[in-house]
């Protein structure tokens, strides 16, 4: 098995895309992700640390995607996909922190399986959909639980700084075919606390990717989060959140108090 990802060496000091082969336990320097040729000779894999590797133009959520979790909040089963926008700035990469902002109410985590795009594409039939998509990764969909409920749309609730941990690497669409076996595993303070196979999604990942491009243009790097399942929760500061995917590997992130150095923006939730 090999993945696609950006890495850091830290005694030389150099950050690089690599071609991880987790067989070899070695790290090929390459182009891009985008552009998998090998540029020199490879590092060992123990001697580096997985970095953010992905910057994407949108974020792209669909909610209410496993009926677990429409369950858990007593929804209804959406008849078409249910999407949201994220803001950019909400990305992070592998032991980032999570800032958990001030005055805005409950923070949940949501584990989940991240689709990475792989070249510009709009309106794709669902049949042609894989052919765009670069690989999986693994994803925290971080939501300020309570502006969801009071604002009734989420952009408020998704797009705070940090919101957004993705990694550790990408696995290639095209060495996994089988797509609908991934494994997805959400731990708090090393406790399981959710777990399902993207076979149990109510809407598939190319028939998502597929409904997304027929609304808007999608360019590489893009990423489409494709829903949690249930046992979603509240976090608070100095936890440990891990979404494991078990064919590619875990996302490790701790979360943090908003401090003077480092501001978000902070609303009343009085009414919420
Ligand atoms: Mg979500």
């Not at 950050?15 to 790290?27: A, H, I, R, S």
């Not at 670069?134 to 939501?143: E, S």
Request: proline share 7%; glycine share 6%.
């Amino acid at each position: 098995m090999h993945f696609l990802g950006r890495f850091f060496h830290p005694r030389k000091k150099i950050e690089f895309f690599g071609l991880y082969d987790q067989d070899d336990n070695l790290v090929y320097p390459i182009e891009s992700i985008f552009y998998p040729n090998k540029t020199g000779n490879p590092y060992n894999f123990n001697h580096l640390h997985p970095v953010l590797c992905v910057e994407p133009t949108k974020i792209i959520g669909i909610g209410k995607n496993y009926k677990s979790h429409v369950k858990e909040f007593n929804a209804e089963i959406p008849s078409e996909p249910v999407i949201f926008l994220k803001a950019s700035n909400t990305i992070i990469g592998p032991e980032e922190k999570i800032i958990l902002p001030n005055d805005v109410g409950q923070i949940d985590y949501e584990g989940e399986i991240a689709v990475v795009i792989k070249k510009e594409v709009e309106k794709i039939s669902e049949e042609k959909a894989l052919d765009y998509v670069l690989g999986y990764t693994c994803a925290n969909d971080i939501t300020a639980r309570d502006l969801q409920k009071k604002d009734g749309q989420w952009t408020r609730s998704k797009s705070f700084r940090t919101f957004c941990p993705v990694g550790p690497w990408i696995l290639p669409a095209d060495i996994y075919p089988k797509y609908q076996n991934l494994t997805l595993k959400t731990y708090v303070n090393d406790k399981p606390v959710q777990s399902t196979k993207a076979s149990s999604m109510i809407f598939s990942i190319p028939y998502i990717v597929s409904f997304v491009s027929r609304i808007m243009t999608l360019y590489p790097g893009d990423i489409i989060l494709t829903g949690t399942p249930s046992g979603v929760g509240p976090l608070k500061s100095n936890y440990k959140i891990a979404v494991e995917i078990e064919e590619i590997g875990t996302l490790i992130n701790r979360t943090g108090s908003e401090t003077k150095g480092i501001k978000t923006q902070t609303f009343a939730t009085k009414d919420a």
